[in-house]
C-alpha cells in the first residue's frame, strides 16, 4: 500500500492498485522462478500498475500549489478529491514488521509535502527514485524490472533527485522530534479548549491552513487566527480523536452538532511540525470516505 499511496498520491487509487497487483501475482504466479524474493517480485507488478494508471492521469497536489495565498474574505472553489493528494493512514501505509531505522525512512516517504513532491515527476522517474531511495534497489535491479537501461536509470533518478530539491524536499527528512510531538499535545488542548490566542502562539510565522476539496488557503497566524474566530467558528466546542497520518501526528476534528445530538464528523486534519511550531494545517473535509479508513466513528 505504501508504495502505491507514494507513487499514485491517493489512498483510494492506492487500494485499487494493490487489489490488481493480487490479480497480477495469481495470474502470473505459475511464472514466478524465484529469481529475486516474493516481495520484490510483488513490488515490480506493483510499480507496473502504478505507472500503467499514471499513464493518463492528471498530477495531484496541494491547495498550497494550486493558487496564491487566500485571504478570509476569498469565495470557496471546491474541487473533486481527484484534484488533491490525500491522506494515507500509518497503519495502511508502514508496514509493522520494519526495523526502527527502515521505520523511519518510510515514515517520511508519505508524508504529505513529500508526497506532493513526488506528483511533480514523471510517472517512471517517480517509480526509479522510490525504488532507489526508498526500498533501497539498486539501479542494476531496477533497470531489470522496468526493461531499462543502467544508465537510463541513473539518468532518470539524477533529475527526480533535482526536482525534488528544487521543490525543498529529499530523503532523509528530519523526523518528528519528542519536543514536537508535545507540541502537538499542547495544540489539540488549545483547540478543544478553542483557545485560539493559546493556539496561534505555537504556529510558525509561516503557517498554512488548507480546507480539501477547497483550493482557499491561507498563511500566517494572524490569517488563520481570524478564520478561526470568523468563518470557521463553528470549529468551536469540537472533540478530537488522535490517530496517526503520512508519518505525522493528526485527529479526527468532531463538531458540536444540534441540541441534543452528539458531535459530527468535520475534518481529518493532518499537522506538519519543524522547530517546535505547527507549520501545516491540513483539514481534509471528505470525512465520508476517511473516517471509516482511518477506524474513526461515524460521531460522537
Same mark, same amino acid.
Given at each position: ?5 507514494? =507513487? ?5 487509487? /492506492? ?6 497487483? =493480487? ?25 507496473? +500498475? ?13 491547495? =498550497?500549489?494550486? %493558487? *496564491? +495565498?487566500?485571504? @478570509? ?14 491522506? @494515507? *493512514? ?13 521505520? /523511519? ?14 506528483? !511533480? ?9 522510490? &525504488?532507489?531511495? +526508498? ?6 535491479? #531496477? /533497470?531489470?524490472? &522496468? ?40 495544540? #489539540? ?6 483557545? @485560539? ?13 488548507? =480546507? ?16 478561526? &474566530? %470568523? ?18 501526528? /493528526?485527529? %479526527? ?45 461515524? !460521531?460522537?
Amino acid at each position: 500500500m505504501g508504495h502505491c499511496y507514494r =507513487m499514485l498520491g491517493s489512498v483510494a487509487e /492506492a487500494d485499487d492498485a494493490v487489489q490488481e497487483t =493480487m490479480i497480477r501475482a495469481w495470474k502470473a504466479l505459475d511464472r514466478f522462478e524465484e529469481r529475486s524474493s516474493l516481495r520484490t517480485w510483488l513490488y515490480r507488478i506493483a510499480s507496473r +500498475v502504478c505507472l500503467d494508471a499514471l499513464a493518463d492521469r492528471a498530477r495531484r497536489m496541494r491547495p =498550497m500549489e494550486a %493558487g *496564491p +495565498v487566500g485571504t @478570509v474574505d476569498d469565495q470557496l472553489t471546491e474541487f473533486p478529491a481527484s484534484h488533491w493528494v490525500e491522506p @494515507v *493512514p500509518d497503519l495502511q501505509a508502514l508496514p509493522s514488521d520494519a526495523d526502527p531505522s527502515e521505520m /523511519a525512512l518510510l515514515r517520511e516517504s508519505v508524508r504529505l509535502a513529500f508526497v506532493a513532491a513526488l506528483q !511533480h515527476l514523471p510517472p517512471k522517474g517517480r517509480v526509479v527514485l522510490l &525504488l532507489v531511495e +526508498v526500498l533501497g534497489w539498486s539501479a542494476a535491479e #531496477v /533497470a531489470a524490472s &522496468l526493461d531499462m537501461s543502467v544508465a537510463a536509470v541513473n539518468s532518470a533518478l539524477q533529475r527526480a533527485r533535482a526536482t525534488l530539491a528544487s521543490r525543498g524536499q529529499s530523503l532523509p527528512l528530519a523526523p518528528l522530534a519528542r519536543e514536537d510531538a508535545a507540541l502537538v499535545d499542547r495544540y #489539540v488542548e488549545a483547540f478543544e479548549r478553542y483557545d @485560539v490566542a493559546a493556539l496561534t502562539e505555537l504556529l510558525h510565522q509561516d503557517a498554512t491552513l488548507s =480546507m480539501p476539496p477547497y483550493a482557499l488557503w491561507l498563511r500566517g497566524p494572524q490569517a488563520i487566527a481570524s478564520w478561526l &474566530l %470568523g468563518r470557521g467558528c463553528g470549529c468551536r466546542g469540537s472533540r478530537l480523536i488522535r490517530t496517526q497520518a503520512c508519518g505525522s501526528p /493528526a485527529y %479526527g476534528q468532531y463538531r458540536p452538532g444540534a441540541p441534543g445530538e452528539p458531535h459530527q464528523p468535520w475534518s481529518l486534519t493532518v499537522l506538519e511540525t519543524e522547530d517546535g511550531r505547527v507549520t501545516g494545517i491540513n483539514a481534509f473535509l471528505d470525512t465520508a470516505h476517511l473516517f471509516p479508513r482511518f477506524g474513526l466513528p461515524a !460521531h460522537l
